[in-house]
């Protein structure tokens, strides 16, 4: 079901911390700096239960990954997923592009553990999780064909530098709106144009939601 009766939507107390602090941190990315221990030691808790009480392995979880990669004119080679908890995303996408190499990347430490400990022997080789903050990347400059992330704030600052010209950014919102990370897509596309990508398309899954961008050839801001 999706909509204002969806059983699955978190309490209106989550949804709105969520959504304040996506906003803030798409807006003042500056404040990324004071939120950033507070939000790690919020995942390393929530690790234990997130596959048990979210079943990050549903295809309705996974819509708007999937619906935005069928957007892609061509597979990418490299691919890096921001804010991976337990992996899903990873998997699905490793999956999807049987030719590409995925790193996956998480604040937390326990849900980066929970990730590796069920990383099939058959996707061992394709796929690397690592810890790391998405607004500070462990990766060079133009890296990545592809970036997507799953219900997580936008750093659109790194996320326009380790993509190469070209590349693709895919932000999915599994609950849509409703999602406590949840940016706007006209929030997103002004900040995309600002950081030399350009909005290609925003789409519905379901009651899940996807946004598509692309870097331009250009100088990036
Ligand atoms: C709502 S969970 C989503 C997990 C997964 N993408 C999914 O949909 O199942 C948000 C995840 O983003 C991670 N996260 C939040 N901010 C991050 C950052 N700056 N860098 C890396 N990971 C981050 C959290 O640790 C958490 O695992």
């Not at 990545?144 to 380790?162: G, H, M, S």
């Not at 990370?181 to 009651?207: E, F, K, N, V």
Request: proline content about 8%; some cysteine.
């Amino acid at each position: 079901v999706s909509g204002p009766d969806r059983e699955d939507r978190p309490p209106l107390r989550l949804r709105l911390l969520g959504q304040g602090l996506s906003l803030a941190i798409a807006r003042a990315p500056a404040i990324w700096r004071i939120l950033r221990r507070p939000t790690q030691r919020f995942w390393e808790r929530s690790a234990a239960t997130w596959d048990e009480r979210i079943k990050p392995d549903r295809p309705e979880h996974l819509a708007p990954l999937a619906a935005a990669c069928d957007q892609l004119e061509s597979g990418p080679r490299s691919i890096l997923e921001l804010g991976t908890g337990t992996g899903a995303g990873a998997l699905m996408l490793a999956r999807r592009f049987p030719d590409a190499r995925v790193s996956a990347v998480d604040l937390s430490t326990e849900m980066v553990g929970a990730a590796r400990a069920r990383l099939p022997q058959e996707l061992a080789e394709r796929i690397e999780f690592a810890v790391a903050d998405a607004a500070k990347l462990p990766f060079a400059d133009e890296s990545f064909d592809l970036v997507a992330q799953l219900n997580v704030p936008v750093y659109l600052d790194e996320t326009a530098r380790v993509l190469k010209p070209g590349g693709h950014l895919i932000v999915g919102s599994s609950l849509g709106p409703d999602t406590p990370y949840y940016t706007p897509d006209a929030l997103l596309a002004r900040l995309c144009r600002q950081h030399g990508l350009d909005p290609i398309r925003s789409g519905d899954a379901g009651g899940a939601t996807y946004f598509l961008a692309r870097r331009t050839g250009g100088r990036r801001r």
